[in-house]
């Protein structure tokens, strides 16, 4: 694929080989539907095969999001579709593992919300920079399904076992100064500052010894390919979980903005 081939990402290449990426689908506050999932998947390849660009800065269209998770309509078609979850399965898997394969740094610049495919690209950067205001979550359970797109390889790592299962099993949103705190992003910065700050990072690796830089990151990065047997046994039992009971209640719980009333509770 080219730049020129993707529909939900726009692209600035800056003179010093730095490259922003931003997911651009302000209407929606830059949700995933099945394109732009899917494009997730393949630019890491494209960045890591362009010979301009030394350094990846990915952030999200306007002030409100940097992905509010997947679009409701998409997420509804995959209940009870083993087809779709079968796709949808890899392509998670493919976000993960080509983030990791791609030599050169990523950095993302949170500069709001961020949910489900794009909380899982924002935390596999090798550098997170999230804006103070700006709040995350991973909301699986929330929807009746496991927390298996990133969390699991990552978390952990991140912020720590304790932590990692409090924020997973209970889904509560966390902001930029309590994610710095507990390790789970690397800075955090007012949001009138994050891009400055990303770029200014991003400048100073792009200058840097390129080698050292990308051997340092491949080498980091074996510590998540020793896990992948967690990352892979927890995106199975996310999709099979999306072929269960509470997966309808879940979703329309979410569209309906009301409680769920899930039916494995009422046993």
């Known amino acids: 694929m080219h730049y020129e081939d993707f529909q939900f990402l726009r692209f600035e290449h800056k003179p010093n080989g730095v490259l922003v990426i931003t997911i651009?689908?302000?209407?929606?506050?830059?949700?995933?539907?099945?394109?732009?999932?899917?494009?997730?998947?393949?630019?890491?390849?494209?960045?890591?095969?362009?010979?301009?660009?030394?350094?990846?800065?990915?952030?999200?269209?306007?002030?409100?999001?940097?992905?509010?998770?997947?679009?409701l309509s998409w997420i509804s078609s995959m209940v009870g579709n083993p087809q779709m979850i079968g796709?949808?399965?890899?392509?998670?898997?493919?976000?993960?593992?080509?983030?990791?394969?791609?030599?050169?740094?990523?950095?993302?610049?949170?500069?709001?919300?961020?949910?489900?495919a794009g909380l899982a690209v924002a935390m596999l950067a090798d550098i997170s920079i999230m804006a103070e205001e700006a709040k995350i979550t991973d909301g699986h359970v929330k929807l009746g399904v496991a927390a298996g797109d990133h969390a699991a390889i990552i978390w952990p790592l991140l912020c720590g076992m304790a932590k990692a299962k409090y924020y997973l099993m209970t889904a509560e949103f966390i902001d930029g100064k309590e994610?710095?705190?507990?390790?789970?992003?690397?800075?955090?910065?007012?949001?009138?500052?994050?891009?400055?700050?990303?770029?200014?990072?991003?400048?100073?690796l792009a200058r840097g010894s390129q080698q050292a830089i990308r051997f340092t990151k491949r080498s980091l990065n074996g510590w998540l390919h020793m896990f992948r047997p967690v990352f892979e046994s927890s995106l199975a039992?996310?999709?099979?979980?999306?072929?269960?009971?509470?997966a309808p209640e879940g979703v329309a719980a979410v569209r309906e903005k009301r409680a769920p009333n899930f039916p494995s509770t009422n046993r």
């Open 24 to 71: 651009n689908r302000p209407e929606v506050m830059n949700a995933t539907n099945d394109r732009l999932h899917w494009e997730l998947t393949k630019i890491w390849e494209v960045v890591n095969e362009d010979p301009k660009t030394r350094v990846a800065v990915i952030t999200g269209a306007g002030d409100k999001a940097f992905s509010a998770g997947g679009d």
């Open 87 to 116: 796709n949808v399965m890899k392509e998670a898997s493919d976000i993960v593992y080509n983030m990791l394969a791609c030599d050169k740094p990523i950095i993302s610049a949170i500069n709001g919300v961020a949910v489900g």
């Open 179 to 204: 994610a710095e705190r507990i390790g789970l992003v690397s800075l955090s910065v007012p949001r009138a500052q994050l891009m400055e700050k990303a770029l200014e990072v991003a400048d100073k």
């Open 237 to 246: 039992m996310e999709m099979m979980c999306f072929l269960g009971e509470d």
